[in-house]
């Protein structure tokens, strides 16, 4: 696993206008409306951004597990969670107007990092990516040093931690009893200490400017 690496520390990111959450795969969201606690991905009070396409493969299909929580969460709160537009969602829906046309299995993970590559984050601004694909690290490489990648595990635990939630493992336990079996991936600990300490600061709400 790589390491993360830059100038990331809890001054540069106590300010909650410093930091955006971007979702960028589909089971994140899948797990939290399976556990109804979607709403947890708005307790750090942060942007929230959701690709275009990732946003699709979580509600596109109808019956799909929390695929209308997701969407009456999104409607709930759209002026806080933002789906991004993406060319690559665009390109792919009028491929597959085609006749024989074979939908792209990566769509969601190209849409990404189009995302990650070309969101406008101000200066000095960083972006937490919740991702629960074994192959995300990919997406840190395109801005090392203001990407940083968590699971939903590590973030769930972080907000216990920070005591925004009662319990991580409640919450992995009742997506279970729904039918969902998510991972619990730690990423969280090949961070380095400055940014687990900023990370914390941020999801603890901990948004005073520093001294």
Request: contains cysteine; negative net charge; aromatic residues 6%.
């Amino acid at each position: 696993m790589s390491r993360a690496r830059g100038p990331f520390s809890s001054r540069d990111c106590v300010m909650a206008a410093k930091v955006t959450l971007i979702v960028t795969d589909a089971p994140p969201l899948i797990t939290l409306a399976a556990a109804q606690s979607l709403d947890y991905l708005l307790y750090p009070d942060l942007p929230v951004i959701v690709p275009d396409a990732v946003f699709y493969e979580a509600t596109g299909t109808a019956g799909k597990l929390g695929a209308q929580e997701i969407l009456d969460w999104y409607r709930a709160h759209a002026d806080r969670v933002r789906i991004e537009p993406t060319q690559t969602f665009q390109n792919e829906m009028i491929l597959r107007e085609n006749a024989g046309y074979r939908p792209a299995r990566d769509l969601g993970e190209r849409a990404a990092v189009e995302v990650v590559r070309n969101y406008p984050l101000p200066d000095q601004a960083r972006a937490l990516l919740l991702s629960d694909d074994r192959d995300a690290e990919r997406l840190v490489i395109v801005d090392p040093d203001r990407l940083i990648l968590l699971t939903t595990w590590d973030y769930l635990r972080q907000l216990e931690e920070a005591q925004r939630i009662q319990s991580a493992d409640a919450v992995i336990e009742a997506a279970q009893q729904a039918g969902r079996n998510p991972p619990k991936r730690d990423l969280w600990s090949g961070h380095d200490p400055e940014i687990r300490d900023a990370v914390r600061a941020v999801l603890s709400g901990d948004h005073s400017p520093a001294s």
